[in-house]
Structure formats: structure tokens, C-alpha cells
């Protein structure tokens, strides 16, 4: 019954802003985040917030803000001066309070490119 769905991907030149947001449903979570996925690259974490806190990787650290309420299994990426190198498909993620269980969503493509 766990549900995460993303929206907000898109097309965007470099140097272009979007926005991600996520909605999950069906438990409680203790962390919310965002990993993408680049044509031939391995997944990787983009951002993740706690109830505490947040952390961004250094590859967007500046560039892009994580926010959100984990309590109210909400999370969005905000992604400015974009590159093309962020070019991924961006997957939403949700660790359970109880079990620490990994659920994601389907994920969404971003494409930066002139």
C-alpha cells in the first residue's frame, strides 16, 4: 500500500530552474529524499531530508535545495542553474520509521540540454 509519486520533471536549457515534488502515502517515514540516475551511471543521492535536517550531495550542493515535511510524507527538490550533466531520471525515496524499509517511486525524467 506504500505510494510515492513524483512530479515536476521536464525539459529545461542550462542554466534553468525546476522543481520536484513528491507525495508519498501508506506509513511513516523517517527520512524522504531524491537520487537520479544519468544515462550509464549508477543511481546516486541527490538529497535527503530527516526530521531533522537535510544534506545535499557535492556534485549539487548550492545549486539545488531539498525541502519538504517528512512527518507529512511530503518532500520537493528545488534544482537551479542547471547542467547538462543533470540530466537523470530522478527517483523519490521514503525510509520507513519502523524497519527502516527502502520504497521508491517511479521516477521522473529531467533533461537539460540547448
Known amino acids: 500500500q506504500v505510494r510515492l509519486v513524483e512530479s515536476g520533471g521536464g525539459l529545461v536549457q542550462p542554466g534553468g530552474s525546476l522543481r520536484l515534488s513528491c507525495a508519498a502515502s501508506?506509513?511513516?517515514?523517517?527520512?524522504m529524499g531524491w537520487y537520479r540516475q544519468g544515462p550509464g551511471k549508477q543511481r546516486e543521492l541527490v538529497a535527503r531530508l530527516t526530521r531533522i535536517g537535510s544534506m545535499h550531495a557535492d556534485s549539487v550542493k548550492g545549486r539545488f535545495t531539498i525541502s519538504g515535511d517528512v512527518a507529512k510524507n511530503t518532500v520537493s527538490l528545488q534544482m537551479n542553474s542547471l547542467k547538462v550533466e543533470d540530466t537523470a531520471v530522478y527517483y523519490c525515496n521514503a525510509v520507513s520509521l519502523v524497519g527502516e524499509y527502502n520504497y521508491w517511486g517511479h521516477g521522473t525524467q529531467v533533461t537539460v540540454s540547448s
Open positions: 501508506g506509513s511513516i517515514f523517517e527520512a
